[in-house]
């Protein structure tokens, strides 16, 4: 059976298994329930299990296959985000206030991979094809950088080709890039004293805390226009009355490449250790995690893009649209503009759009020098294996990312339809390169071409573990 049909007709399995995961919503290193729903889904399809893999409890790598043959992956994810507990309805309606829900579609996201594994496998035990299908399951995406310690740790090694997807309001193959990142701390130790009866003989962590940011904030109009630089203040004392003696910021940089993110950090770093000088206190600087910019391969996007337009964008029932009409309600009016834009879209193209609530086509390919305002570990895993995205309308037209929307959009038919799409272009994607050794040696060896002519540094230093505790 064509994997794509396979995958059909199996449907029930893989909603209801996106269904559990967005219950769980759990957030990054801590998807436990998560992580073990879709282990067994896979060992019981008879898939071997490898649990807890580059120190992190729920990550793991599920495989099957014959040892001959090329080595297919695919990424999958399931963590969700604080906060954003929805109902399933298009208006806002927490089924717990405060706590986290499936804010960009992760429960979506690592079923369809799971889907698209299952199919190759089915496709495998027909006969049509040798080689190894492997799925990635990748925790803690928001923010945690699980797929860059598990790159980091020599999980993807051994892997000829990524493919992975996800959810969008439009359905299409990812040419744009992201920005690569840093997440710091920065942590200042000063000396306490009495306010108002020594304050000579205190050294104020928080004001340290104070200068570095000043400094940052002047440094921005000599930064590239493209990289980007934000912050929050951790800790910052507990009564006017006392000199804190510690206070801390956590710093996320940006910048489109790694050489230019590791110039713009040492620079950071500078303004940090200055700011410890002026006020007399220590600083510790404590990089949590790094995401890498993509390593775009134009021929697994070609071929991505192939399958999308061989499978056909889902097209949505009444009730769906109704659902997305009545969401709508609350999507900002600019927000379809934005998201538009980064995919190339004009504003010729976005007013066409003005009477749509959800997207029924396919994208054609984009001037793929954009660089994204965001971070996406897939960055991480692209500079280790040639690696291919695609994303499919999973909500509808605007939807602001990280949104309660998306949320509510996870468990019913829009987000179920985009899901599917994607596991079955996933699935058709590695079945060509499984069974087309040309297309296969012409992707890994664009991926060498490019990655030897790049400047690439890992923002991840050595020996840095995964801040499971985040
Ligand atoms: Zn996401």
């Given at each position: 059976m064509n994997p794509s049909d396979w995958i059909e007709s199996n449907s029930s399995i893989f909603t209801h298994l996106s269904n559990e995961v967005w219950g769980y919503a759990e957030l990054g290193y801590k998807e436990f329930e998560s992580a073990k729903t879709l282990e067994d889904a896979l060992e019981e399809a008879g898939f071997k299990l490898e649990r807890g893999v580059?120190?992190?409890?729920?990550?793991?790598?599920?495989?099957?296959?014959?040892?001959?043959?090329?080595?297919?992956?695919?990424?999958?994810?399931?963590?969700?985000?604080?906060?954003?507990?929805?109902?399933?309805?298009?208006?806002?309606?927490?089924?717990?206030?405060?706590?986290?829900?499936?804010?960009?579609?992760?429960?979506?996201?690592?079923?369809?991979?799971?889907?698209?594994?299952?199919?190759?496998?089915?496709?495998?035990?027909?006969?049509?094809?040798?080689?190894?299908?492997?799925?990635?399951?990748?925790?803690?995406?928001?923010?945690?950088a699980g797929k860059a310690f598990m790159a980091n740790a020599g999980v993807f090694n051994s892997v000829d080709i990524c493919l992975t997807w996800h959810p969008d309001t439009f359905n299409g193959t990812l040419y744009a890039n992201f920005l690569a990142n840093y997440r710091v701390s920065f942590k200042f130790h000063g000396k306490t004293a009495h306010a108002a009866a020594d304050p000579f003989n205190g050294r104020s962590a928080l004001d340290a805390v104070e200068l570095m940011n000043v400094g940052v904030n002047y440094l921005r109009e000599h930064m590239i226009p493209d990289a980007?630089?934000?912050?929050?203040?951790?800790?910052?004392?507990?009564?006017p009355n006392v000199v804190p003696d510690e206070a801390e910021s956590l710093y996320s940089v940006r910048a489109p490449r790694t050489d230019q993110l590791d110039a713009l950090f040492a620079r950071v770093k500078n303004i940090a250790k200055g700011a410890a000088l002026m006020t007399g206190t220590e600083v510790d600087i404590v990089v949590h995690s790094g995401m890498s910019n993509m390593l775009p391969n134009e021929t697994i996007n070609e071929v991505m893009q192939s399958k999308l337009i061989e499978v056909g964008a889902p097209?949505?029932?009444?009730?769906?649209?109704?659902?997305?009409?009545?969401?709508?309600?609350?999507?900002?009016?600019?927000?379809?503009?934005?998201?538009?834009?980064?995919?190339?879209?004009?504003?010729?193209?976005?007013?066409?759009?003005?009477?749509?609530v959800l997207f029924e086509d396919i994208l054609p390919p984009f001037k793929s020098e954009i660089v994204l305002p965001g971070s996406t570990d897939v960055g991480d895993v692209s500079w280790v294996v040639p690696t291919?995205?695609?994303?499919?309308?999973?909500?509808?037209?605007?939807?602001?990312?990280?949104?309660?929307?998306?949320?509510?959009?996870?468990?019913?038919?829009?987000?179920?339809?985009?899901?599917?799409?994607?596991?079955?272009?996933?699935?058709?994607?590695?079945?060509?390169?499984?069974?087309?050794?040309?297309?296969?040696?012409?992707?890994?060896?664009e991926f060498k071409q490019k990655r030897s002519a790049a400047n690439y540094i890992s923002p991840i230093p050595p020996g840095t573990k995964p801040p499971l505790n985040i």
């Open positions: 580059a120190d992190i409890p729920t990550a793991f790598v599920a495989s099957y296959g014959n040892a001959d043959g090329p080595v297919i992956g695919i990424l999958g994810e399931f963590d969700a985000l604080p906060g954003l507990s929805q109902d399933c309805v298009p208006y806002r309606k927490p089924l717990a206030d405060g706590a986290p829900g499936h804010g960009c579609g992760h429960n979506l996201l690592g079923v369809a991979g799971l889907a698209a594994c299952m199919a190759v496998k089915q496709a495998m035990d027909a006969g049509e094809v040798k080689g190894t299908i492997k799925y990635f399951g990748c925790p803690a995406e928001e923010g945690g980007r630089v934000h912050y929050v203040i951790t800790k910052g004392g507990i009564a097209k949505f029932n009444d009730e769906e649209h109704a659902f997305a009409r009545e969401l709508s309600k609350s999507i900002p009016a600019d927000s379809l503009e934005t998201s538009a834009h980064v995919y190339g879209l004009d504003s010729k193209a976005v007013a066409a759009l003005k009477d749509i291919g995205q695609i994303f499919t309308a999973c909500w509808a037209l605007g939807s602001p990312g990280h949104s309660w929307q998306i949320v509510a959009q996870g468990k019913m038919g829009i987000g179920q339809r985009g899901m599917m799409y994607a596991g079955k272009v996933m699935a058709l994607s590695a079945l060509e390169f499984m069974q087309n050794d040309k297309i296969r040696e012409q992707a890994k060896g």
